[in-house]
C-alpha cells in the first residue's frame, strides 16, 4: 500500500489530518475569518476539508487548494460538489512551495504541512508571498511538551518545545492573535481514530491482499504512538498576523 492509499483509510473517521475536534477547528476558522467575502488559500489543502468547512458556513467566500495529491483533491472535488460549494472552489494539483496567484488572499492556511516546505519558517515565508494587506495566516506545527527520545526526534522530526515555537514565530514578523494548544484528548482522539480505521478496515477487508499490511501497518503505529512519543509531543494551531516592520525595529518583539 502507498502512502496516500494509507491515509485515506487512516482518516475516514477524523478528515482533519490533525490532533483538532470539530469545535476546535470551527473556532479556529472563526478566529482567522474576519469576513464572510474573504479569500481563503490552503497550501497543503489534501482532500480540502478545511476550506469544505468554511465555505459551508459563509456563502460569501471564495476558496483555493493546492496539493501534490491527485487523489485527495478528486475527494475534495467530490465533496465540494456533494455540500453544494464546488462553484466557490478552486483547485490546484501541483506542489504547494510553487504555487503562484495573480491575487492575495486574506487569509492562508497550512496546518500540519510544514514538511512539505521544509519546516515551520518556510512555511510561513511562502504563506507571506500569498497574504493581502491585513491578511491572516492559520498555521498548524508539532512541538515537544517535554523532552523528546532521540528515537522520537527520529520518527517525527526535530521540533522545539512550546515557547520556543512561538518565539521563532513571533521573530520572524508575525503577532500571533489567537493559538490552541490539542489537548491530551484531541491528540489521543486522532491517534486512535487513525490506527483504528486502519485496522477496522483490514479486519473488513480478509480477503483484500493488501489487508494483513494494512492490519501490520496499524498495529506499529499504535504502538509507536503509546511508546515513543505519546507522552511527548504536541500540537500547536496559530493564528498570525504580520508585525510591522517599524514596530519589530523599536524593539517591541
Not at 99 to 108: N, T, Y
Not at 115 to 134: C, K, S, V
Not at 182 to 191: A, C, G, I, P
Amino acid at each position: 500500500m502507498n502512502r496516500e492509499q494509507i491515509s485515506r483509510i487512516a482518516h475516514a473517521d477524523h478528515p482533519i489530518k490533525s490532533p483538532l475536534d470539530d469545535a476546535s477547528v470551527g473556532r479556529l476558522l472563526n478566529r482567522s475569518l474576519s469576513r464572510g467575502d474573504a479569500r481563503v488559500l490552503d497550501l497543503g489543502c489534501g482532500t480540502g476539508e478545511w476550506l469544505l468547512r468554511a465555505l459551508a458556513t459563509r456563502p460569501h467566500l471564495l476558496a483555493e487548494g493546492v496539493d501534490i495529491s491527485g487523489g485527495a483533491l478528486e475527494d475534495a472535488r467530490r465533496a465540494a460538489n456533494d455540500r453544494g460549494v464546488a462553484d466557490r472552489l478552486v483547485l490546484h494539483h501541483r506542489e504547494a512551495d510553487g504555487f503562484v496567484s495573480a491575487q492575495p488572499f486574506d487569509l492562508v492556511l497550512s496546518v500540519g504541512s510544514s514538511h512539505a516546505f521544509g519546516g515551520l519558517l518556510p512555511t510561513l515565508a511562502a504563506a507571506r508571498r500569498h497574504l493581502a494587506p491585513g491578511g491572516r495566516v492559520l498555521i498548524g506545527e508539532g512541538f515537544w511538551s517535554r523532552t523528546p527520545s532521540p528515537e522520537a526526534v527520529e520518527m517525527l522530526g526535530d521540533f522545539a518545545d512550546l515557547a520556543t515555537t512561538v518565539d521563532r514565530v513571533v521573530a520572524d514578523g508575525w503577532t500571533p492573535i489567537h493559538g490552541h494548544v490539542s489537548t491530551r484528548h484531541e491528540l489521543d482522539e486522532y491517534e486512535w481514530a487513525c490506527w483504528g480505521s486502519l485496522a477496522s478496515w483490514a479486519l473488513d477487508h480478509p480477503e483484500d491482499p493488501n489487508g494483513k499490511e494494512a492490519l501490520s501497518m496499524a498495529t506499529i503505529r499504535r504502538t509507536e504512538w503509546l511508546r515513543v512519543y505519546r507522552e511527548t509531543w504536541g500540537f500547536l494551531s496559530l493564528v498570525l498576523r504580520r508585525t510591522p516592520r517599524e514596530w519589530q525595529d523599536l524593539g517591541c518583539y
